[in-house]
């Protein structure tokens, strides 16, 4: 059973990186199929897609945020992160990590971490 | 604005059946079968309840069916239970620029 777990700092200042990290437990991050995924969820807001990365690499990333976003992984920790720059508070959000099988559901998904940007 | 349109919020007695659609574009919905489902409590990660417009996972309550006509995609819940109250998110692939889109997510009140 794969499981996932978000890690990271919850508060980061503004311009500065959000850097998090999710573990992934229970099966191996390079069987193929798989895109790791980044989603964030707005305080009292619904779900958006930041991005995923398949197992060899590849990524794909929302336009919208694109410009400001890496996805990358680490295969000899079974690990995979996200980077974010230059963040406002308009990057204030819980994260989520997921799995997602050949680009059409997400399943498992982490607990989520909550990321605050403030001074 | 969300690129997956579904109703803020739906209610139903214990017992009854609700519906919630999901309405996409050709490019997304209505191109793909790829639409999923998923449940989330507050305070919680969403769930995975319906993949590919109407499969469910192992463990989702037989409760949970899911449906799909040209660019509108459904969610529909029989028997209602109070443990349903949550919110409700539809998902697809979208061959736009983006590969993913979601909707802005239901509110089911069990009344």
């Known amino acids: 059973q794969v499981q996932l777990q978000e890690s990271g700092p919850g508060l980061v200042k503004p311009s500065q990186t959000l850097s998090l990290t999710c573990t992934v437990s229970g099966g191996s991050i390079s069987r193929g199929g798989h895109y790791w995924s980044w989603i964030r969820q707005h305080p009292g807001k619904g779900l958006e897609w930041i991005g995923y990365i398949f197992y060899s690499g590849s990524t794909y990333y929302n336009p919208s945020l694109q410009s400001r976003v890496t996805i990358s992984v680490d295969t000899s920790k079974n690990q995979f992160s996200l980077k974010v720059t230059s963040v406002t508070a308009a990057d204030t959000a819980v994260y989520y990590c997921?799995?997602?099988?050949?680009?059409?559901?997400?399943?498992?998904w982490g607990q989520g971490t909550l990321v605050t940007v403030s001074s | 604005q969300s690129a997956l349109t579904q109703p803020a919020s739906v209610s139903g007695s214990p017992g009854q059946s609700i519906a919630i659609s999901c309405t996409g574009t050709s490019s997304d919905v209505g191109g793909y079968n790829y639409v999923s489902w998923y449940q989330q409590h507050p305070g919680k990660a969403p769930k995975l309840m319906i993949y590919?417009?109407?499969n469910r996972p192992s463990g989702v309550s037989n409760r949970f069916s899911g449906s799909k006509s040209g660019n509108t995609a459904s969610l529909t819940i029989s028997g209602l239970q109070a443990e349903d109250e949550a919110a409700y998110y539809c998902?697809?692939?979208?061959?736009?620029?983006?590969?993913?889109?979601f909707g802005g997510g239901t509110k089911l009140t069990v009344l």
């Open positions: 590919d417009v109407s």
């Open positions: 997921a799995k997602n099988e050949g680009r059409r559901w997400f399943d498992p």
């Open positions: 998902s697809s692939y979208s061959s736009s620029s983006t590969d993913v889109v």
